[in-house]
């Protein structure tokens, strides 16, 4: 069993950046990865980023690989999601996942991660 608590989201303008954090505890992280997805009102969640936790190696959703960095912290089993000059199309609540590698699914598919935190919301207003 592994818990998920993401904070740092809030109510930002366009432009601006922000820095949301996800604590895992409860179990080991090697052979994981560990995701951000968001989810907007009346849309589909979508990947947005993930990270191999023993390899530091990431993945990103295209339209988001020049504006958001996803890094570690092994020390702290911290997963950050560093975004940057945002816009109010990045409107979303951003979930954290951790998943086993070992699946058949990809890093970018939802359906591979089996724990997911609560979510923390970011606003961008225009």
């Known amino acids: 069993q592994v818990d998920l608590v993401e904070s740092g989201g809030g109510l930002v303008q366009a432009g601006d950046s922000l820095r949301l954090s996800c604590v895992a505890s409860?179990?080991?992280?090697?052979?994981?990865?560990m995701g951000w997805f968001r989810q907007a009102p009346g849309k589909a969640r979508e990947f947005v980023a993930a990270i191999r936790w023993s390899t530091g190696s990431t993945d990103y959703a295209g339209s988001m690989k020049w504006r958001f960095s996803i890094s570690r912290d092994s020390a702290k089993n911290t997963v950050y999601l560093q975004m940057s000059s945002l816009k109010p199309e990045d409107t979303a609540a951003y979930y954290c996942?951790?998943?086993?590698?070992?699946?058949?699914?990809?890093?970018?598919?939802?359906?591979?991660?089996?724990?997911w935190g609560q979510g923390t919301q970011v606003t961008v207003s225009s």
């Open positions: 996942a951790a998943g086993w590698l070992g699946g058949v699914y990809t890093i970018r598919a939802s359906d591979m991660y089996n724990y």
């Open positions: 409860g179990g080991t992280l090697s052979n994981y990865a």
